[in-house]
């Protein structure tokens, strides 16, 4: 039976599960000399009409603004805005996530996991103040999700600093045109779509890293910051590592259903800034990987003094 203070806390949960879903940590180190300067930001051509694509992290710290001038002004100039998901689909998208995550007819986590992993998992609970049993009314993806994110929100990472609702709110201030890759049923199905043995996986992953998450956090921001694409690369290769099918199910295979769209936008011939989390534009498989695969010049960008222009709300 779910205790009677899940709901309200859960309520305040989903967000924050919900950005964790495709965040990556790893260990990260100091940027070359040849990376200073470099943007999470990426210029895409046929030769004649232009996107950019701007890497997200879901979860930040708020200090971390305001970002550099010369992505306020890609934006600013942008005639429509591409999330993953649209405004309108992500207020409902944690209600979507609590409907697809939580056991109904009376089973429970134990009914999925090994006894260690649930022993754990109640552990870990008691450390967060988690009503008693309220892991084990999640689905596995789910536990591992919202014990991410509370760990990070305990250590000042919120889903209201991401790059995403930072740049929604903009877009609503000055009245952009906004549209989404896909809808917030796609995004929950990749996690509940994952089968019994990935999910056990993940949830091991989870708690064994769960002590470092705070720190990696850190690094990946600061490799962010740097448009550090090589060590990010490094840090996602190693997060997903024994993972495939997640790696599938949360990476290739949107990527390879938002390149088409991309192509969509570019003979549009509108100015459009695509942004989707960061750990789709890295990497063999990623989104900028796949769009020079297909003949589009594709340019890193790199921050220049802008005075001025664009100054954070």
Known sequence: MRHPRSRPILGAIAP?????????????????????????????TDGTNTVHLLGSIHLLRPDVYPLDPTIYEVFDSADIVVFELDIADMARAAAVMMAQG???????????????????????????????????SMKPWLAAMTLSALVLQR??????????????QRAAQMGKRTMGLETAEDQIAAMDGLSAEAQVV????????????????????????????????????????????????????????WVPQIEELLRGGGRAIVIVGLAH?????????????????????RAREAAGVGAAP
């Open 16 to 44: 924050l599960a919900l950005a964790t879903a495709l965040l990556g940590c790893g260990a990260g180190g100091a940027s070359s000399p040849e990376q200073e300067g470099l943007l999470p930001l990426w210029e895409v």
């Open 155 to 168: 250590a000042g990472f919120e889903g209201t600093s991401g790059i995403d609702v930072h740049f929604q």
């Open 202 to 257: 993940l949830v091991r992953r989870t708690l064994a890293e769960l002590d470092s998450a705070v720190a990696k956090l850190d690094q990946s921001t600061a490799m962010w910051k740097a448009g550090d694409v090589e060590g990010v690369a490094a840090l996602m290769a190693e997060s997903m590592r024994g993972q495939p099918e997640l790696e599938e199910r949360l990476l290739n295979r949107r990527n390879r259903n």
């Open 102 to 136: 939580m056991y109904q007819s009376g089973r429970t986590i134990a009914d999925d996991l090994p006894a260690d992993l649930v022993g754990e998992l109640d552990r870990r609970g008691q450390e967060l103040s988690l009503p008693p049993g309220m892991l084990r």
């Open 281 to 301: 534009l890295v990497g063999e498989g990623s989104v900028v990987d796949l769009l020079e695969k297909r003949g589009y010049t594709v340019q890193q960008l």
